[in-house]
């Protein structure tokens, strides 16, 4: 099958002067449970070519078997170093999207007409669409059929306050994400601060945080073969 990943292409944290941009581990470790179960995987991104990476996430207690196998894969490292742009896309030539983390989502995908079109398309047309850690932020102003909030009614997760607090970011973010799911009706649910975690309703599936990226990408693979 082919699966389409949307990657930020946002570098400023806000007005920190710090850079961000999507976090390694939630790229990688999907990346690699998509294409070991053999399915074709696009990158695409809404400036295209290649998104910047979060310099946190490749600070050596960020890394994981995920991203250790990504550093030697010259293969994975071409991909995404020439990402697709995002409009440019077919949406409807996939069978299943997914949306990496980072902080850089909060300020570009979230507010993307494009990355909205993709998430209702993808939907309507049965298919699933998986979003771990700050990207489920990108539902924001994803809407129903019926012009309510994508979210409204569902069970979803993601990064929660708790863990935008330690950090340190609660003041640097646009939005806190935990307040605008539930803001916007989702039924909000978590685990422990970095715990993995994985919530599916339907054919939305979120992840909480970075550890919960490769079980995210899992249960993606489910709802691929139940699809």
């Known amino acids: 099958m082919k699966i389409l990943m949307v990657l930020t292409s946002h570098d400023e944290l806000g007005d920190t002067g710090d850079k961000t941009g999507f976090?390694?581990?939630?790229?990688a470790a999907p990346y690699y449970v998509l294409k070991d179960a053999g399915h074709e995987i696009t990158l695409a991104s809404p400036a295209g070519g290649k998104p910047p990476l979060d310099p946190k996430s490749d600070e050596p207690d960020a890394q994981t078997a995920a991203t250790e196998r990504y550093k030697k894969d010259s293969e994975a490292q071409a991909q995404l170093a020439s990402t697709e742009k995002l409009a440019d896309v077919d949406v409807a030539s996939f069978d299943g999207v997914?949306?990496?983390g980072g902080h850089g989502p909060l300020w570009d995908l979230a507010e993307s007409a494009v990355s909205k079109a993709v998430i209702?398309?993808?939907?309507a047309a049965g298919k699933p669409v998986a979003l771990v850690c700050h990207a489920p932020a990108v539902l924001k102003n994803v809407t129903a059929p019926n012009g309510d909030p994508i979210?409204?009614?569902?069970?979803?997760?993601?990064?929660?306050?708790?863990e935008e607090d330690a950090v340190g970011l609660t003041e640097v973010v646009p939005?806190?994400?935990e307040d605008v799911l539930i803001e916007q009706?989702?039924?909000?649910?978590k685990q422990g601060v970095f715990e993995p975690y994985v919530v599916q309703d339907g054919l939305l599936i979120t992840g909480q945080n970075p550890p919960s990226?490769?079980?995210?990408?899992?249960?993606?693979?489910?709802?691929?073969?139940a699809a």
Do not use: M
């Open 213 to 225: 990226s490769e079980p995210a990408a899992e249960k993606l693979l489910e709802a691929l073969k």
């Open 175 to 177: 939005f806190l994400l």
């Open 23 to 27: 976090w390694l581990e939630e790229f």
């Open 185 to 189: 009706g989702g039924t909000f649910s």
């Open 151 to 162: 979210v409204k009614g569902r069970k979803v997760t993601g990064f929660t306050n708790q």
């Open 98 to 100: 997914f949306y990496p």
């Open 120 to 123: 209702e398309d993808t939907l």
